[in-house]
Nanobody, 118 residues
Framework: VQLVESGGGLVQAGGSLRLSCAAS????????MGWFRQTPGKQRELVAG???????KYADSVKGRFTISRDNAKNTVYLQMNSLKAEDTAVYYC?????????????WGQGTLVTVSS
């Protein structure tokens, strides 16, 4: 599966962005679709994931602020990010995965940069 992210950009702290991830094939096939993020010098980390059955998982740092969702008809996964903080600044990657951990990822998108100014 090929994944293409969009929606990143520059936003002020407290603002919102919505990331989109368009998949080249049905997003039913992977066990999970997820969003990860990475900053320079740090390991890529899970932000949010959604199972094929619809259950979701979030990193503690984004709970209550970010929402992951999917549109199966469009083969698209979204990440709605509200109340953004400077520490959310990172490159965000969409992933198709067997499990929500780095070794379990089968496909990555190219990444989209989110910059939150304080």
């Amino acid at each position: 599966v090929q994944l293409v992210e969009s929606g990143g950009g520059l936003v002020q702290a407290g603002g919102s962005l919505r990331l989109s991830c368009a998949a080249s094939e049905s997003i039913f096939s992977p066990n999970y679709m997820g969003w990860f993020r990475q900053t320079p010098g740090k390991q890529r980390e899970l932000v949010a994931g959604i199972a094929s059955g619809g259950s979701t998982k979030y990193a503690d740092s984004v709970k209550g602020r970010f929402t992951i969702s999917r549109d199966n008809a469009k083969n698209t996964v979204y990440l709605q990010m509200n109340s953004l903080k400077a520490e959310d600044t990172a490159v965000y990657y969409c992933a198709a995965a067997r499990r929500l951990a780095l070794p379990g990822v089968d496909a990555w998108g190219q990444g989209t940069l989110v910059t939150v100014s304080s």
